[in-house]
DNA sequence: CCACGGATTGGCT
DNA sequence: GCCAATCCGTGGA
């Protein structure tokens, strides 16, 4: 077996959703000192600032989603509900606003410094396994992605996504996204068919 | 099992 | 001043 590779630019530089359903399978990775911590895409979302108003970048350019107008491949991440972090990847060529949310992924290494994020502890019972990164404000817990992280260049050696086989269309699914109060019928969550890490069913 | 509400910051109207 | 791309604990059926 070949040892994976980061995702190239051009991977990230594509329509958003496409970008959504080949990230599914894919292995997010961040570096904590000598360590890496890593976890396998499950579930995501597409958010396209031109004609989505659920969007952060539907209204235009601010300080808080600038990140979200770069080119493919950098990491943005905001702030929400006065104590969360959800993390995006952003899609297509500069100044387009579309990014690709991180809902859910697979704990696949370094469960132990996840499990300490989370919960403070290495040890976790079968539960708190299961809601490790079934979110996409736990993804960023488990994994230390926090407001220093916004910008971060997918390129880099700090976080990134490791490149995998591509699924096939029979192992994803479609639904309209979930905790939004706008854009609420676009089916645009893609996640893997029956994985046991999805935030929902 | 499900529904509901509190936590708590900060972006934008 | 309003309310959010969430999570978790509580309380009732």
Not at 35 to 62: F, M
Request: charged letters at 25%; proline letters at 2%; one cysteine or more.
């Amino acid at each position: 077996m070949k040892p994976q590779k980061k995702l190239p630019r051009k991977f990230y530089m594509r329509d958003v959703h496409i970008v959504a359903k080949e990230l599914l399978g894919k292995f997010l990775v961040r570096r904590v000192g000598r360590k890496y911590l890593k976890g396998k895409i499950v579930e995501v979302e597409a958010y396209d600032g031109s004609v989505d108003k659920a969007a952060h970048t539907y209204g235009g350019k601010t300080k808080r989603n600038e990140i979200m107008f770069n080119e493919g491949g950098f990491l943005y991440v905001y702030f929400t509900y006065g104590m969360h972090f959800c993390s995006n990847v952003v899609t297509g060529k500069i100044n387009e606003g579309k990014a690709v949310l991180l809902r859910a992924v697979e704990p696949l290494s370094m469960l132990d410094i996840m499990a300490l994020n989370r919960f403070g502890k290495k040890n976790i019972s079968t539960l708190e396994l299961k809601n490790l990164t079934n979110g996409p404000a736990k993804i960023c817990e488990a994994f230390g992605i926090m407001r220093s992280d916004n910008g971060t260049d997918l390129l880099g050696n700090e976080i990134f996504i490791l490149n995998s086989q591509k699924l096939s269309e029979n192992k994803i699914a479609a639904s309209v996204r979930i905790g939004i109060k706008k854009s609420v019928d676009l089916p645009w969550r893609y996640y893997i068919k029956n994985n046991s890490f999805l935030s929902r069913k």
